[in-house]
């Protein structure tokens, strides 16, 4: 039976892969939730008919999420509000290997999960924000067979490229809130580079073997 980690991991991955699947400009003119639906459900369907993810092929997948969440999260946004009023401590360079390593992190904890998917399907619940607002929440349960359904929400921003996620809540926690305070417990020990260093160290363990994902242009 799959641990309580690996279950939120896994309906993490595939809300966050729903999110990331499409650059189009139909996907830059859609309001979020019609965004955000249509392409949970082509998600959903990779998922499901991909051999090599349901294969649990960790390179496959790794390549999966490069291509297809990268561009459509806003990881240094994301990485400044886990960081909280230490960002601006912060030199560039080291918001740069911060940003690298909670992106590393993120992508090693969750890819690994996505070849979980079986039976899952998506309901949406109504979106918090209005059509002119440039940040919205997209709300979520995931329905599965024989468990109690998951709630999974977004926040979401509107940038000239088209929305972009900076936020995830599961179980009723936000994803960046949570690591606010792991965050601020590093930076207390070693400072910024202590930080630095303590998500670099988990993403080796996490890699276990795999290739590290590619840095970001």
């Known amino acids: 039976m799959k641990s309580f980690k690996q279950l939120a991991g896994a309906l993490i991955a ?3 892969l729903a999110i990331g699947l499409s ?20 998600v959903l369907d990779i998922a499901k008919s991909d051999k090599e993810i349901q294969k649990g092929n960790q390179q496959h997948v790794l390549e999966v999420v490069q291509a297809k969440i990268l561009p459509n999260v806003d990881f240094q946004r ?5 960081a909280g009023r230490y960002w601006r401590q912060a030199t560039p360079e080291q918001q740069k290997r911060l940003i690298e390593e909670f992106r590393d992190l993120l992508v090693y904890t969750y890819s690994g999960a996505i070849s979980q998917v079986r039976d899952q399907r998506i309901e949406f619940k109504s979106t ?27 926040r979401l921003e509107k940038t000239p490229t ?14 960046v809130e949570t690591y606010k305070g792991n965050f601020a417990s590093e930076i207390s020990k070693g ?3 202590g930080l630095i260093q303590a998500l670099s160290e988990r993403n080796k363990k996490l890699a276990n073997g795999a290739p590290r994902p590619a840095k970001a242009s």
Not at 78 to 82: E, I, V
Not at 128 to 149: F, L, T, W
Request: hydrophobic share 40%.
């Open 78 to 82: 994301m990485t400044s509000l886990a």
């Open 191 to 193: 400072g910024i580079d």
């Open 162 to 175: 088209g929305w972009k996620i900076f936020d995830i809540n599961v179980f009723g926690a936000w994803l």
């Open 23 to 42: 650059q189009s400009a139909l996907a830059q003119q859609e309001a979020p939730d019609a965004f955000v639906k249509r392409i949970s459900q082509e």
């Open 128 to 154: 918090r924000g209005g059509a002119d607002d440039s940040e919205v929440e997209v709300r979520s349960e995931v329905v599965q067979s024989r468990s109690e359904p998951i709630q999974i929400n977004y």
């Open 14 to 16: 595939t809300a966050t």
